[in-house]
């Protein structure tokens, strides 16, 4: 069974200063041009991830930060489709969302959750073709998050039907095309194909530990707001900075 039981990995470690110097590093890398999109850490300059680790290698925000794995991957994914003047203090925003000794072990099963029920960052969510098994997937995220445990068969299933719901849609919005049909009624049936994706990607992610599966479902969400890609990003890095803002603090942890 895949379970969400409270992590003992706490953001930061506990340590208010690990924080402290980071915050101050990034805000140093904003203030000298050194984030940037394409690449991780190179010539001195980086993404988001590479420019808070110096690196790619994503597994050292648990090591070094306290940070799940799983949310590294968002926050890459959200910074690389973010507009320039949103992604370049993104690194900031992220961390500084983060509570000192926060248990962040389910907020990324929180965000795939959102982003899966909220029609203005995935509009395709309710389509017919795919709104059974968006809504079965978003309900397994729901699971999760909030601590439950859920058979691996379960999961299974629910990313099954997605795919087939995501092939589906995409046969549907070729099918509009090439008959030359309204391009409202195409621009639906893709957003529908991505919302589809977004929810076959979060099954798969519960089966993989939420790591590069989360970053997929993300880029999909994100391509089913036909018409600016770039305000779906901006709509997930908020939800994103709330999820992380309410994460708890076991009392004990923090100092």
């Given at each position: 069974?895949?379970t969400?039981?409270p992590?003992?990995l706490?953001?930061?470690?506990?340590?208010?200063?690990?924080?402290?110097?980071?915050?101050?590093?990034?805000?140093?890398?904003a203030?000298?041009?050194?984030?940037?999109?394409?690449?991780y850490?190179?010539?001195?300059?980086?993404?988001a991830?590479?420019?808070?680790?110096r690196?790619?290698?994503?597994?050292?925000?648990?090591?070094?930060?306290?940070?799940p794995?799983?949310?590294?991957?968002?926050?890459d994914?959200?910074?690389?489709?973010?507009?320039?003047?949103?992604?370049?203090?993104?690194?900031?925003?992220?961390i500084?969302?983060?509570?000192?000794?926060?248990?962040?072990?389910?907020?990324?099963?929180?965000?795939?959750?959102?982003?899966?029920?909220?029609?203005?960052?995935?509009?395709g969510?309710?389509?017919?073709?795919?709104?059974?098994?968006?809504?079965?997937?978003a309900?397994?995220?729901?699971?999760?998050?909030?601590?439950?445990?859920?058979?691996?068969?379960?999961?299974?299933?629910?990313?099954?039907?997605?795919?087939?719901?995501?092939?589906?849609?995409?046969?549907?919005a070729?099918?509009?095309?090439?008959?030359?049909?309204?391009a409202a009624?195409?621009?639906?049936?893709?957003?529908?194909?991505?919302?589809?994706?977004?929810a076959?990607?979060?099954?798969?992610?519960?089966?993989?530990?939420?790591?590069?599966?989360?970053?997929?479902?993300?880029?999909?969400?994100?391509?089913?707001?036909?018409?600016?890609?770039?305000?779906?990003?901006?709509?997930?890095?908020?939800?994103?900075?709330?999820?992380?803002?309410?994460?708890?603090?076991?009392c004990?942890?923090?100092?």
């Amino acid at each position: 069974m895949t379970t969400t039981t409270p992590s003992t990995l706490r953001a930061f470690h506990g340590d208010a200063a690990i924080k402290t110097a980071l915050l101050k590093r990034l805000h140093d890398d904003a203030d000298e041009d050194r984030i940037v999109k394409g690449q991780y850490w190179e010539r001195g300059k980086g993404c988001a991830v590479g420019c808070t680790i110096r690196g790619s290698d994503h597994s050292l925000y648990e090591t070094e930060l306290g940070i799940p794995v799983a949310l590294a991957y968002l926050e890459d994914a959200i910074f690389e489709g973010l507009p320039n003047e949103n992604a370049m203090r993104w690194p900031i925003a992220f961390i500084e969302a983060i509570p000192v000794g926060a248990d962040l072990s389910r907020v990324s099963w929180a965000f795939l959750h959102r982003i899966l029920t909220d029609q203005t960052i995935t509009p395709g969510i309710t389509h017919p073709l795919v709104r059974d098994a968006v809504s079965n997937v978003a309900d397994i995220m729901k699971r999760l998050a909030d601590g439950h445990e859920v058979p691996e068969s379960t999961i299974q299933s629910a990313e099954s039907a997605a795919w087939n719901a995501a092939w589906s849609a995409r046969s549907a919005a070729w099918n509009a095309w090439s008959a030359a049909r309204s391009a409202a009624q195409s621009a639906a049936r893709s957003a529908a194909w991505s919302a589809a994706w977004s929810a076959a990607w979060s099954a798969r992610s519960a089966a993989q530990s939420a790591r590069s599966a989360a970053e997929s479902a993300v880029q999909n969400a994100a391509q089913s707001a036909v018409t600016d890609e770039s305000a779906g990003y901006v709509a997930m890095s908020r939800v994103l900075l709330e999820l992380l803002k309410a994460a708890p603090v076991p009392c004990e942890d923090a100092r």
